[in-house]
């Protein structure tokens, strides 16, 4: 493609004008058609260059969908049929480097000389058609689809595609530097969310470069000829990844079993089971109560706790957090979500599962109460009482002596104790002076 020095003016006006100039790895357009079905696309963008008015291109009711696809089952389509209208849709102007394009397309009927029905071409819109895409069948109505840099012969595939068959095509146009040496591939049902590979196709004859790229045209041909066909979901890049990046969907299966170990009084770890998510948000609040988090938002997260409501703790692929910051002898609610991508792409599976919700409580100060002494005898007696731990581990003594000064100590029979619950706590003594007042206490 030649290269123009009034570029370089054009790029510094339009940034002072405000125009959207975009930079690399950006979508130039995405067109899902997604309109009342019966509408003009000239209703919606688009721009008819020839044969105006002749079987107008109109929107038609949904049927094309490729697995993984971004641009796959939103809106609705196109139905081209021949001898009609070719309407384009203009985007910001590339007079380098390469352009993707991708779509999906099914063919229903085509002729054994083929012909083309989408291209790229300069805006506005000129004679000069590339990266011309075409249809053809043989005698079997097997199908093979060309391509061409502009006016020169079409590079076809083998007859090795179907009629009534969605296929995702995508066509790369390379902007070479000089005169007449631009180069376009196509690839037909690219792997996914994978690095670009060797086109299916490729064609490098000799026309005239456009000045620029920036329009992308439907095109119905003579009867004789043109394909039939329904098409959708056309996205327009500036990298691979533009138009062959693998959706991202939701998790199915929940995170579960959420547990918990090293409580104290101000933390503790939260454990769980991973579901099948690439990662997850933990969210946590002093009450069962959460807001499903909403797909495209990506929350940061802080392991201290703000001391109320729900707050994000951990977003990312592992089993487990440490949450600091609790009140002691307080329960704290938690919740797991599962989710795949990042940023603007996160998808959520918002569902509960076994153990998720799952609530604790923190330690608080262990509390102690004594009970009457049992099994008395002239020289020994069982002391008796009731400890609750709290969360913490302790061990349980029992205080006792002729006084309330006590002076003799002993470790309870079921210390140590841990744990939330109340539990009873003995220890048994002996030797003691018959007829005479002892003093004790849980300690």
């Known amino acids: 493609m030649k290269k123009f020095t009034i570029a370089a003016f054009c790029l510094l006006l339009g940034l002072l004008l405000g125009f959207n100039i975009s930079g690399k790895g950006q979508i130039l357009l995405e067109e899902n058609f997604d309109y009342t079905a019966g509408d003009l696309i000239t209703a919606h963008g688009w721009t008819a260059h020839s044969g105006s008015g002749t ?7 949904s049927t094309l969908t490729y697995p993984g696809y971004v641009s796959s089952g939103t809106g609705n389509e196109v139905t081209l049929t021949t001898s009609g209208e070719d309407d384009n849709h203009t985007f910001v102007s590339q007079t380098s480097g390469t352009i993707y394009a991708s779509f999906l397309v099914k063919i229903t009927s085509a002729s054994t000389t083929g012909d083309y029905f989408f291209h790229l071409g300069p805006s506005p819109i000129s004679t000069i058609f590339v990266a011309r895409f075409f249809a053809k069948r043989d005698a079997s109505n097997n199908l093979a689809f060309g391509i ?4 020169g012969a079409a590079n076809y595939t083998g007859f090795a595609y179907s009629l009534n ?4 095509v995508i066509i790369k146009y390379t902007i070479n530097s000089g005169s007449g040496n631009d180069a376009v591939s196509v690839f037909i049902n690219p792997t996914l969310g994978a690095s670009e590979p060797s086109p299916t196709v490729s064609n490098t004859d000799t026309p005239n470069d456009p000045v620029n790229i920036g329009a992308v045209a439907l095109r119905q041909g003579s009867s004789s000829n043109a394909p039939g066909l329904k098409l959708d979901g056309i996205r327009i890049g500036q990298s691979w990844s533009d138009v062959a990046s693998l959706a991202i969907v939701a998790p199915t299966l929940q995170a579960s079993n959420i547990s918990f170990g090293s409580i104290t009084t101000s933390g503790m ?7 099948d998510g690439s990662k997850r948000i933990v969210i946590m609040n002093t009450s069962n109560s959460f807001t499903n988090p909403v797909d495209g938002n990506d929350p940061s997260a802080n392991t201290v706790y703000n001391g109320s409501g729900e707050q994000v703790i951990y977003n990312g692929s592992s089993n487990s957090v440490a949450v600091t910051g609790l009140n002691s002898n307080t329960t704290y609610w938690y919740r797991i979500f ?10 959520y599976l918002t569902s509960t599962a076994t153990g ?5 409580a923190s330690a608080g100060s262990p509390a102690a109460v004594t009970n009457a002494a049992t099994a008395l005898t002239t020289t020994s007696a069982t002391l008796n009482g009731i400890v609750n731990a709290h969360g913490l581990s302790t061990t349980v003594n029992f ?5 309330t000064a006590y002076g003799n100590n ?3 029979a079921e210390s140590p104790v841990s744990g939330f619950a109340d539990s009873p706590v003995t220890a048994a003594v002996s030797g003691l002076t018959p007829n005479t007042l002892y003093h004790f206490r849980v300690v």
């Open 55 to 61: 079987n107008p291109i109109t929107i038609t009711s």
């Open 148 to 151: 061409s840099q502009t006016n």
């Open 165 to 168: 068959t969605t296929y995702l």
């Open 269 to 275: 770890n939260v454990n769980w089971t991973n579901g």
């Open 338 to 347: 599962e989710c795949n991508g990042t940023g603007t792409n996160t998808k």
């Open 356 to 360: 998720n919700p799952n609530s604790q």
């Open 399 to 403: 205080d006792w002596g002729l006084t």
């Open 410 to 412: 002993i470790t309870a």
